[in-house]
């Protein structure tokens, strides 16, 4: 229903009428209405969709990996090494008179600098156990690679400067067919490859020394997360710009929905949640009936923020399921 909600509406009035011919009618450009329905309604919210899948789960598996009810790839400053790598080939003029911009290479850039930052969480997070102070280290680490970006922006030229800035508002909206024909598989692939770890996930929510206990390879088992993680992040986060919150909340949100901690049931279920969850905030980002679309990380901060308080606040309630 939102899926449907989310082409129907959009800051272009249509009639419902309108878009259910031009739906049926198939992919054609040749009118207003089917240029606005499937040229910008319907890549649109397929990127929310695929976007909504993997970051939740992605903040799913860091929260199970480093026992943290309040890890997620923006928490953790993963998405801030993404940013940065971004930054580097986006504005790189502004130091080395070069710029790389074609969207394979910010892919795996992105996806380069969220491994490296998880990396290094790791590393931190072999040397302290304690969650409030991983949770200040990740944020002074996100504060550190934001920096570093900004020194880009200070030095970079007024279009680069200007490509970026806007890809940092976070946008599902600049996706194109063709960038969906290598974004769409991939989001698959990380929510199937998320789930078929549920297991090793499972056995690393009752600790690591348990985990080794029960013939789990601890080494692979982190290895592979963080590959998966920061991949999965730094995709999402080369097409559609830094997203906050979504990675923290709805986890919290399936947990709370179905109850349980086992990961072959949350996977799929923070899936489905954080699809809607973004589909919702895309809808409300577009302001139906205003000629004005409201970047999409402002609506998934105005309303997660609050609920990550509120879950910090009811902090009892969450430690029941680390």
């Given at each position: 229903l939102l899926l449907l909600a989310d082409i129907f509406l959009g800051s272009v009035w249509l009639s419902p009428a309108t878009v259910f011919q031009t739906l049926f009618e198939g992919y054609h450009t040749d009118s207003a209405a089917g240029l606005i329905v499937w040229e910008a309604r319907m890549p649109r919210a397929v990127t929310a969709l695929c976007a909504g899948m993997v970051l939740p789960v992605c903040g799913l598996m860091m929260?199970?990996?480093?026992?943290?009810?309040?890890?997620?790839?923006?928490?953790?400053?993963?998405?801030?090494?993404?940013?940065?790598?971004?930054?580097?080939l986006t504005m790189g003029a502004g130091l080395t008179g070069w710029t790389a911009t074609h969207q394979v290479s910010l892919i795996l850039a992105a996806i380069a600098g969220s491994v490296a930052v998880l990396l290094l969480m790791l590393v931190i997070a072999g040397k302290t156990r304690d969650a409030v102070t991983l949770l200040i280290i990740g944020l002074m680490v996100g504060a550190g690679v934001s920096a570093l970006s900004g020194i880009l922006q200070y030095f970079s030229n007024r279009d680069a400067l200007r490509s970026f800035l806007l890809w940092s508002f976070g946008s599902l909206g600049g996706v194109t067919w063709t960038e969906l024909i290598i974004l769409l598989p991939?989001?698959?692939?990380?929510?199937?490859?998320?789930?078929?770890?549920?297991?090793?996930?499972n056995l690393l929510l009752t600790g690591e020394q348990y985990a080794f206990t029960m013939g789990l390879s601890v080494r692979r088992a982190r290895l592979l997360l963080v590959f998966v993680t920061g991949a999965g992040a730094g995709l999402v986060t080369a097409y559609c710009g830094p997203?906050?919150?979504?990675?923290?909340?709805?986890?919290?949100?399936?947990?709370?929905?179905?109850?349980?901690?086992?990961?072959?049931?949350?996977?799929?279920?923070?899936?489905v949640s954080g699809a809607a969850v973004m589909l919702l905030c895309d809808i409300i980002a577009q302001l139906p009936g205003y000629q004005t679309i409201l970047p999409v990380n402002i609506i998934t901060a105005l309303l997660g923020a609050p609920f990550v308080i509120w879950l910090l606040v009811r902090s009892r309630r969450i430690n029941n399921y680390f």
């Amino acid at each position: 229903l939102l899926l449907l909600a989310d082409i129907f509406l959009g800051s272009v009035w249509l009639s419902p009428a309108t878009v259910f011919q031009t739906l049926f009618e198939g992919y054609h450009t040749d009118s207003a209405a089917g240029l606005i329905v499937w040229e910008a309604r319907m890549p649109r919210a397929v990127t929310a969709l695929c976007a909504g899948m993997v970051l939740p789960v992605c903040g799913l598996m860091m929260q199970t990996f480093f026992r943290n009810p309040v890890a997620g790839p923006d928490i953790l400053g993963v998405s801030s090494g993404a940013g940065l790598a971004v930054a580097i080939l986006t504005m790189g003029a502004g130091l080395t008179g070069w710029t790389a911009t074609h969207q394979v290479s910010l892919i795996l850039a992105a996806i380069a600098g969220s491994v490296a930052v998880l990396l290094l969480m790791l590393v931190i997070a072999g040397k302290t156990r304690d969650a409030v102070t991983l949770l200040i280290i990740g944020l002074m680490v996100g504060a550190g690679v934001s920096a570093l970006s900004g020194i880009l922006q200070y030095f970079s030229n007024r279009d680069a400067l200007r490509s970026f800035l806007l890809w940092s508002f976070g946008s599902l909206g600049g996706v194109t067919w063709t960038e969906l024909i290598i974004l769409l598989p991939a989001a698959l692939f990380v929510v199937l490859l998320s789930w078929l770890m549920a297991k090793p996930l499972n056995l690393l929510l009752t600790g690591e020394q348990y985990a080794f206990t029960m013939g789990l390879s601890v080494r692979r088992a982190r290895l592979l997360l963080v590959f998966v993680t920061g991949a999965g992040a730094g995709l999402v986060t080369a097409y559609c710009g830094p997203i906050a919150f979504v990675g923290i909340a709805v986890p919290h949100i399936a947990r709370m929905i179905w109850d349980t901690a086992d990961h072959r049931t949350l996977v799929p279920a923070t899936a489905v949640s954080g699809a809607a969850v973004m589909l919702l905030c895309d809808i409300i980002a577009q302001l139906p009936g205003y000629q004005t679309i409201l970047p999409v990380n402002i609506i998934t901060a105005l309303l997660g923020a609050p609920f990550v308080i509120w879950l910090l606040v009811r902090s009892r309630r969450i430690n029941n399921y680390f």
